[in-house]
């Protein structure tokens, strides 16, 4: 079985430039996950998908922070402007229970700097 | 919203002896409580989980325990290994909402 897929996996900007992040969850799975992890620290929840629609984005930076999951698939996380701060390793994971609660399955994770 | 605490944040243990990272969540709703271990540069995988109509689950050398009442979980891991070493995250959700993770505790199994 395939696993998450990330990409970029890398990525260095400068700050107020964009980037986006790519994720494509296991097959089937209907829950998709946006986590920022900060190095040091655990995984903050950006924003949750169930299917195309959104759960849970009260974490979402929405000022500079979005995310979209066309078709219930893919999903797109976008940073424009880039902050230093927003220095961090973004990690997608689905899950195939929803609100039953299950495994998240973590893909390998988008690295960016920004200077 | 959801807040969980883990201690300690490192841990040093001789190999082959036991390690315990305690964790404590605010939000009584939650009811399920996953552990994931990370090693350096890798992605967090789950290792063990247990839910909150269960008070302990044990797989091989890993176990982990539930006290609702007090809202905290811990793992134990018994007989330490090298492989042991890494980062380990708990978290705590309400049927795979408000997904929260602890800060982690950085393991580290001395030979």
Excluded at chain 2, 36 to 43: D, T, V
Aim: with cysteine; charged share 20%; glycine share 8%.
């Amino acid at each position: 079985e395939a696993g998450v897929a990330q990409s970029p996996r890398y990525k260095i900007i400068e700050k107020r430039q964009s980037v986006a992040f790519w994720c494509n969850p296991i097959s089937g799975h209907a829950t998709l996950y946006w986590y920022q992890q900060i190095l040091g620290q655990g995984p903050k929840l950006l924003i949750q998908f169930q299917n195309n629609g959104v759960v849970d984005d009260s974490q979402l930076p929405k000022d500079r922070f979005s995310a979209e999951r066309l078709k219930g698939v893919d999903s797109t996380l976008k940073i424009q402007p880039a902050k230093l701060e927003d220095s961090a390793v973004y990690l997608c994971a689905s899950s195939s229970r929803g609100v039953s609660a299950g495994e998240l399955f973590f893909g390998e994770g988008s690295r960016l700097t920004v200077l | 919203g959801e807040n969980v605490e883990q201690h300690p944040s490192t841990l040093s243990v001789q190999e082959g002896d036991s390690a315990v990272i305690k964790c404590t969540y605010s939000d009584s709703a939650s009811n399920y409580f996953p552990w994931y271990k990370q090693e350096l540069g890798k992605r967090p995988q789950l290792i063990i989980d247990i839910r909150s109509n269960v008070g302990e689950k044990k797989d091989q050398r890993i176990a982990v325990t539930l006290n609702k009442t007090a809202k905290h979980f811990s793992l134990h891991i018994t007989e330490t290994q090298p492989e042991d070493s890494a980062v380990y995250f708990c978290a705590a959700s309400n049927y795979g909402q408000n997904f929260v993770f602890g800060p982690g505790t950085r393991l580290s199994v001395l030979p």
